[in-house]
Nanobody
Framework: QVQLVESGGGSVQAGGSLKLSCKYS????????MGWFRQAPGKERDGIAA???????SYADSVKGRFTISKDNAENTLTLQMNRLKPEDTAMYYC????????????????????WGQGTQVTVSA
């Protein structure tokens, strides 16, 4: 049974930084990609960063240059380093693993099949 557990969310002032972690367990195919999504109240869940099985990364335009996704296969941990945070980054953040997950042309896409974590809240105050 695959489990993904996010941590590291919290409250921070604009311009600050946070680091999110996603500890995953269970069998995830080595070819799966992983990524981070976020959902603000009343809005859809949007992808913001992806990393494929080869370690290639891609980002949504909204976070490019500010956020960095990385993965430690030995520790089964996916991380998202978030710098220069803005109030519009306020959302629930989710990690996911999917057969296809990538960002292109400023947006992120995923296959319908995906494993999800329960989310961690990030609040950025002005």
């Amino acid at each position: 049974q695959v489990q993904l557990v996010e941590s590291g969310g919290g409250s921070v002032q604009a311009g600050g930084s946070l680091k999110l972690s996603c500890k995953y367990s269970g069998y995830i195919y080595s070819t799966y990609s992983m990524g981070w999504f976020r959902q603000a109240p009343g809005k859809e869940r949007d992808g913001i960063a992806a990393i494929d099985s080869d370690g290639s990364t891609s980002y949504a335009d909204s976070v490019k240059g500010r956020f960095t996704i990385s993965k430690d296969n030995a520790e089964n941990t996916l991380t998202l380093q978030m710098n220069r945070l803005k109030p519009e980054d306020t959302a629930m953040y989710y990690c996911a693993a999917a057969p296809q997950l990538y960002c292109s042309g400023g947006y992120c896409y995923r296959s319908e099949e995906a494993y999800w974590g329960q989310g961690t809240q990030v609040t950025v105050s002005a």
